[in-house]
């Protein structure tokens, strides 16, 4: 009877605690759920700001996965043993034909775990939602030498949404080459078959991004700030303008000093790399608003301006491009990314393919996963494979 006692205290104190934990562990994942919750509604308020805050929940969803695994992994060792133990407490009191209800317990400790599948289920569809744009590039497959028109510095570019290609040749000019397609611009002699488009003010630099219908440009007038300049090539004109308070006029790529600034445009927003300075070591970045040319955010990328040739922006990520001063191999050896989600590990040393030159711009078109180089005259495509950021 004594024995029979002790059993069933120690029984009781099993079921106590595994519930107790069970229940710690149903609070934690509702306080969660209630904060995910109050998260969602700040953003329904925020709506303006809605893309900014796409991403912090990714990162706040992305640690309470990480702690939600832990707990899980926890809770399936924690259960295994649990009904190890009660395989034997069951054994033992149908031994001494008592009528306790082990089996209640069991179920409701599974149900937990349903129920704990089921938030770790939610967060995970929450997290595949807000996670539209994770891959970094891991390796640049093949290059395409397409043509060869213009100057030995340049630009080209397509728009990823009208597929319109647009040609900048040299380092300044008024004057730019529109082709209807890649394929046009391959067949035309020369740039004979464009449309030229005179913009009203000149732009300095290869560092132009044309984004749906819009071209970006830098211009910089003589002894004047840098100005971002918003131009609707539909309508032929200027939509906006924005000073861009840097001291100095110095050059965002130490190899190539031409490019005064460089613009990115992608499904996230507008980019600028610049230096804010002679002094300044370091690549500057800027998040602007396409529609308005508001700076949302600045940050210092800590990738060295000195011979750096180009740089791209894919997924929030800046991919800078180094070389030597006598044209070497050039490979991607800094990137930064806005929202802190790569591992370090997982930056990539990406090589171009073997090929001595120097890049005077290199454009990176999301749609088609391509980047559009100009090296020595010649236009040429590289394709881009990708994976994704080890987020979870
Ligand atoms: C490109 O610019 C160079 C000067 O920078 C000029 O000599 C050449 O004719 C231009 N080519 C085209 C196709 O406009
Ligand atoms: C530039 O970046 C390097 C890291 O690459 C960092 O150590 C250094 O402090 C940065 N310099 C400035 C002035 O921010």
Redesign the pocket.
């Known amino acids: 009877m004594k024995a029979v006692l002790v059993l069933l205290v120690s029984t009781a104190w099993v079921f106590t605690g595994a519930q107790y934990y069970y229940q710690g562990l149903m609070d934690y994942l509702e306080n969660r759920l209630l904060t995910i919750e109050d998260r969602m509604q700040f953003w329904h308020e925020q709506s303006h700001r809605y893309h900014t805050e796409l991403q912090d929940f990714k990162k706040l969803t992305a640690e309470a996965m990480v702690v939600l695994k832990n707990e899980h992994g926890m809770l399936i060792r924690d259960l295994e043993g649990a009904a190890v133990r009660m395989d034997r407490v069951e054994r033992e009191i149908d031994y001494v034909e008592t009528h306790s209800s082990p089996r209640a317990c069991a179920n409701k400790a599974d149900k937990v775990v349903e129920q704990g599948s089921v938030v770790i289920f939610f967060l995970y569809f929450l997290f595949s939602l807000t996670s539209d744009c994770v891959e970094i590039i891991s390796g640049i497959r093949s290059v395409k030498i397409l043509k060869r ?3 030995p ?2 630009m080209w570019t397509r728009d990823p949404r009208s597929s319109k290609v647009y ?1 900048f ?3 300044t ?1 008024d ?1 730019i ?1 529109q082709f209807n397609s890649v394929r046009d611009f391959s067949h035309s002699p ?2 004979t078959s464009s449309t030229q488009i005179k913009v009203p003010s000149e732009w300095s630099g290869p560092g132009s991004a044309v984004y749906n219908g819009y071209l970006y440009y830098i211009k910089q007038e003589f002894g004047t700030d840098v100005q971002v300049v918003k131009y609707d090539l539909l309508s032929g004109t200027v939509i906006d303008t924005a000073m861009f308070p840097v001291d100095n006029h110095a050059a965002v790529y130490n190899l190539n000093p031409e490019t005064v600034a460089d613009l990115a445009a992608d499904d996230e927003g507008l980019w600028l790399l610049y230096a804010t300075g002679d002094s300044e070591p370091n690549i500057s970045l800027a998040k602007m608003d396409p529609a308005t040319l508001d700076i949302e955010q600045i940050w210092d990328t800590r990738c060295p301006r000195e011979n750096a040739e180009a740089a791209f922006v894919v997924c929030g990520t800046v991919y800078v491009v180094y070389n030597t001063r006598l044209a070497s191999r050039s490979r991607v050896q800094c990137i930064f990314d806005v929202n802190d989600a790569m591992i370090n590990e997982e930056a990539p040393l990406l090589y171009f393919p073997r090929r001595y030159g120097a890049h005077a711009s290199l454009k990176y078109n999301p749609e088609e996963k391509q980047l559009y180089g100009w090296d020595d005259g010649y236009q040429i495509i590289y394709r881009v494979t990708m994976k994704r950021k080890l987020l979870v």
């Open positions: 028109v213009g100057s510095k340049g040609v040749n040299g380092t000019g004057r080459y020369g740039v």
